[in-house]
């Protein structure tokens, strides 16, 4: 993968290319965006940028074969770790190894894709991946080797916060003096998830989401008319990943939408009414038989709906990004049941249920016990 092929972030394409011509690489690095910003196809490209002599920023010239070998993500001193999980697959100690296959698959198909995208591509999207000791202790094996080609070693771990507390202290050594011309780049998402010892050894570079204009170019490269890539553009909120969902008609939040739709629907109508509080129950059943990561993904997103119903109550559209794209739901009509009085209860109980959802809590009761308590939040007089 070359700098050119990722979108924008110009400004880090330069300074990751100049400090690598430079020769100053820090040995650890962790790379902070939010989903669909372009991370990991970054942490790609600047280790081929590495590893291949290429010049000028642009990945020009360099070594053609070891381009080849870095294009297939076969190339014997680039190395990936990222959450996985047993499968029908692997029945013990899952490592990423075990999944190089559909990982060169994913990265091929979805550069910009999210950790359920890859929970799907090796069926385990009812279940939660980590990064755990025996993850670890393969990639201090793996970094302890020499260079195959006798330059630098990477190391890539996708998704760092997923490792855990054991993980992540076999390896702090590691991390803190790492064997010559060893490379680390860690991604993640969220870095409050990164222990403080972890991301205290590692040199940040935070990547801001993309930029709408680079987001519609792609669309259009695409086959999409200009009007249709700039209102997806704007609705995919700086995440290419959700940009093309979106063009595909294939977005997870399509079944999300409808889930919202009925939770607030009966939501409304549960206050004092049994049958609607039977409907509310029925809906967090359905809701507490997909995967955990299915779970939290629809919570982050009722979150989200809920910030742009604040937005558009208070006449700041121009700051709302989001659609439901279901003809007889309407956001705008929504809005004015969250305000000040509500808000910051409702997402600090949405808050409190993905923390319970990671933790393996029983999600029929998670689900139900937050659908009551929204029930009285909306239902809540604004000021």
């Not at 990991?40 to 000028?56: H, R, T, V």
């Not at 999210?114 to 755990?132: A, S, T």
């Not at 050894?201 to 519609?216: G, K, M, N, W």
């Amino acid at each position: 993968m070359l700098f050119n092929q990722i979108l924008g972030l110009s400004h880090i394409k330069r300074h990751l290319a100049l400090s690598a011509d430079a020769g100053r690489i820090p040995h650890a690095q962790l790379f902070v965006g939010p989903e669909g910003c372009g991370t990991l196809p970054m942490a790609i490209a600047y280790s081929q940028y590495i590893l291949c002599g290429n010049i000028e920023g642009e990945n020009q010239g360099g070594d053609q074969a070891c381009n080849l070998k870095c294009n297939g993500l076969s190339h014997p001193d680039l190395h990936f770790a990222f959450p996985v999980a047993n499968s029908d697959k692997i029945k013990s100690h899952a490592v990423s190894n075990h999944y190089m296959e559909e990982w060169r698959q994913f990265v091929k198909e979805q550069p910009y894709g999210n950790l359920f995208d890859w929970y799907r591509q090796i069926g385990i999207e009812k279940k939660q991946g980590q990064i755990g000791v025996d993850e670890a202790m393969d990639i201090v094996k793996k970094l302890a080797l020499k260079s195959y080609e006798g330059g630098h070693k990477i190391m890539i771990i996708w998704m760092a916060e997923k490792m855990n507390i054991s993980a992540s202290n076999k390896l702090l050594k590691l991390i803190e003096e790492p064997p010559e011309k060893t490379i680390l780049i860690l991604i993640a998402e969220d870095e409050e998830q990164i222990i403080q010892t972890i991301k205290s050894r590692c040199q940040l570079v935070h990547f801001p989401p993309l930029a709408e204009d680079a987001i519609a170019e792609a669309l259009i490269i695409k086959g999409l008319l200009r009007d249709e890539a700039l209102r997806l553009a704007h609705e995919a909120n700086g995440n290419f990943n959700k940009a093309m969902d979106l063009m595909n008609k294939d977005s997870e939040e399509l079944i999300f939408e409808r889930w919202f739709v009925q939770w607030m629907r009966s939501a409304f109508k549960a206050k004092g009414n049994k049958a609607a509080v039977h409907e509310l129950i029925l809906w967090s059943e359905e809701v507490a038989k997909t995967g955990r990561e299915t779970q939290k993904n629809f919570l982050k997103y009722g979150l989200a709906v809920m910030r742009q119903a604040m937005l558009i109550n208070y006449k700041a559209n121009e700051l709302a990004y989001m659609k439901i794209h279901l003809d007889d739901f309407q956001l705008e009509k929504f809005a004015p049941f969250v305000h000040e009085n509500n808000i910051e209860n409702i997402v600090s109980e949405i808050e409190d249920a993905i923390y319970h959802v990671e933790r393996n809590g029983n999600s029929k009761l998670i689900f139900t016990d937050l659908s009551i308590r929204l029930t009285r939040l909306l239902h809540k007089k604004a000021a």
